[in-house]
């Protein structure tokens, strides 16, 4: 009879040949990577059998303080079992995208889902994320505009989650943390700023007035 350890290795194999869409960015560099379907990002899911966690929060707006986003992180990491959780997020490393390397250090499988614009604008991944599923989306997620309907990105997230937990965040956070609480999911939600001097300089360069508030628009909604 094989361990089990032995077994769990080769689950993962399987699921990883079966599920090639959802692909192994961290453990190796796979040449095409292509999109996955939602029936194909459920099956990836459901079948780990794991709680899946999901973190948002801001990305490239990044956080005015980054310590204290990561102590928040880290006491919601300890409420959970890394042999029975995965810690999923948009699977690039800005932002919210460091608690990749948290949840790493304390042993957790960690998993991104994220739009195939990131693809298309050879966005970096984390690092420490061991399975992307690249979504096929014209937007980087949150509602379709116009409608109070997420996109694919944002549905994939939303829907293959357990736990969301937002630190903060823009619309796209906002959207998604308010459908899952909609849904029935366990949502929480802890106030932060985004990166205030990042913030500046985006207004600048947009020609916007200078903000005055960098809580973000989940705070708003929260």
């Known amino acids: 009879m094989r361990s089990r350890h032995a077994r769990w290795i080769a689950g993962w194999c ?16 796979v040449p095409a990577p292509r999109t996955a379907t939602q029936s194909e990002i459920k099956a990836f ?9 999901t973190f948002v929060g801001y990305s490239g707006a990044g956080y005015e303080d980054q ?3 990561l102590a928040s992180a880290e006491r919601v990491l300890g409420e959970f079992d890394p042999a029975r959780t995965l810690v999923n997020i948009g699977a ?12 790493k250090r304390k042993g ?26 690249y979504v ?22 939303v829907d293959n989650s357990r736990v969301v937990v937002g630190i903060g965040g823009g619309d796209v956070a906002r959207d998604e943390l308010l459908e899952a609480k909609r849904m029935g999911k366990a949502v929480r939600f802890m106030p932060a700023d985004m990166n205030h001097e990042k ?3 985006t ?11 960098f809580r973000g628009a989940a705070h708003l909604a929260f």
């Open 136 to 157: 096929e989306d014209a937007t980087w997620g949150g509602y379709v505009p116009g409608t109070k309907r997420l996109s694919p990105t944002s549905k994939a997230m």
């Open 45 to 53: 899911f459901r079948n780990t059998g794991k709680v899946v966690l």
């Open 14 to 29: 399987l699921l990883a040949l079966s599920l090639v869409a959802c692909n192994i960015e961290a453990l190796a560099q």
């Open 108 to 133: 957790f499988v960690t998993t991104g889902i994220v739009s195939v614009q990131a693809l298309k604008s050879s966005v970096p991944l984390s690092p420490n994320v061991d399975r992307v599923c």
């Open 203 to 213: 207004a600048r360069r947009k020609g916007l007035p200078q903000p005055t508030d």
């Open 199 to 201: 913030a500046q300089d």
């Open 67 to 69: 310590a204290a986003m």
């Open 92 to 103: 690039t490393p800005d932002g919210i995208g460091a608690v990749y390397d948290l949840a």
